[in-house]
Structures are given as C-alpha cells and as structure tokens.
C-alpha cells in the first residue's frame, strides 16, 4: 500500500537557525498537503501543492513539490519559538477524494 | 461557527468493552474520516466517508466499525477494546474532492482513549 514517510524524525534547532523537513512517498501523489501540530493540539492545515515541481511560500514557510510528485519539502527560514510543533505531509493518490495517508511526522524543538 | 466537535474528550475502557466516538461537522462537508495517532507513528486513517451511506477502509480498520447515516455526523464504534487501541483519536472533515483546491481538512480536537 500506500507509504508516506518523513525525516528527520526530531530536529532540535537554536532560534533563528532554518529547518528543513522531508516528505517521501512511494507512489506518485496526486497532490500533498502539510499540517501543523501544536502540542496537546490537534493537525492544522497549512498549504496543499498540486502541481508538478511547485513552490509556495507563507512568510518564512516555503514548501516544495518534487518534478515526479513522489516527494516534498518544507523549509522553515529563522525559526522563531512559536515555529515549535510537528509537522506533517499528507499525500493523496487520487484525484478529487480525502483519503489521505499521513507522513509520520517531523517534532521540532526551537530552543531560545 | 464549531467546525468539527468531538465526544468525549478523554474516556478510559475495560478491555472487552465497547463504546462510540462521536464526531460532528457543521460545515456542509462531504468528505469525513477517522485517524488514530500513536507515538512516532504519525496519524493513520481507519476509516473514511466521501458521502452519507458510504465509508470505506483505512490503513488500520481492524476493530473498528463506521457508518454515515446523515453528512453531519461519521462515529466510529470500538467492538471490543483491547489495550492495543490506547491512542489519541481524531476525526477530520474537508469539502468535496472534485475540487482538488479544496481538500482542506479540519480536524477536531481529539479524544483521548486508554483502554486498561
């Protein structure tokens, strides 16, 4: 079936160092999506990629989709305290429906 | 404007016993599904529902039955709780997939689940 892994599985990084996360799937993905996990929290949706070799920003947030759709990423430029969380891709290999496998996560620790 | 709710927020089981979880979205969303979050293993989807009368199979189904009577609600049912279903539980609702652009989840809070 369907697999959809990430690394680094934690990452501690100093404040205002960058961070990097990497999404891997062993099928080609229709689209993928990252959520942010507080702790204690429940997944927030941040962007979903379409598009072959995509990028999209959210202020400090760029996120990548690989030219074969099997893989992405998610940078994190001057990490600040409140970046603290894990982060999540979620891959879909189907067009149009919600079934949508989950990596198994990056935990990021900023420290002050 | 609530989103997704879900009951209980934290509920302790015998093994053997049974019980329902309950989720419900406000949204109009067609699209709902049930994932299960242990340590280090990220969220696995259980089940999920493009439609009122129609659920499929996760990753993990095994002990664990769904319906979806109206769009509003998609509970999940534990048969016979066993200490291997100990997990944080979360239920998801996003608009319908023909839009790709769309797909957005909204998860609700979570119920915690400690079956002894």
């Known amino acids: 079936g369907q697999q959809v892994m990430q690394i680094p599985q934690y990452q501690h990084v100093q404040e205002g160092e960058d961070f990097t996360t990497y999404c891997n799937s062993s099928?080609?993905?229709?689209?993928i999506q990252w959520y942010k996990q507080r702790p204690g929290g429940h997944p927030v949706f941040l962007i979903q990629l379409v598009k072959s070799g995509e990028v999209k920003k959210q202020k400090r947030l760029t996120f990548q989709f690989g030219e074969a759709k099997k893989n992405s990423s998610l940078h994190i430029t001057a990490t600040q305290t409140t970046d603290v969380g894990t982060y999540f891709c979620?891959?879909?290999?189907?067009?149009?429906?919600?079934?949508?496998?989950f990596g198994t996560g990056t935990r990021l620790k900023v420290l002050a | 404007n609530a989103g997704v709710t879900q009951t209980p927020k934290f509920q302790v089981l015998k093994t053997g016993q049974s019980m329902t979880l309950q989720c419900a979205q406000d949204m109009n969303h067609e699209y709902m599904s049930w994932y299960r979050q242990d340590p280090g293993m990220g969220l696995r989807l259980i089940h999920y529902s493009v439609g009122a009368g129609i659920t499929d199979q996760g990753e993990v189904p095994n002990g664990y039955n769904v319906s979806r009577s109206t769009t509003e609600d998609f509970p999940l049912r534990l048969l016979s709780a066993a200490p291997s279903q100990t997990s944080v539980y979360f239920c998801a609702s996003s608009y319908s997939g023909f839009q790709v652009t769309n797909t957005e989840a909204f998860f609700g809070q979570g119920t915690r689940l400690t079956v002894v």
């Open positions: 979620a891959g879909s290999t189907t067009s149009g429906t919600y079934k949508y496998i």
């Open positions: 099928t080609t993905l229709s689209n």
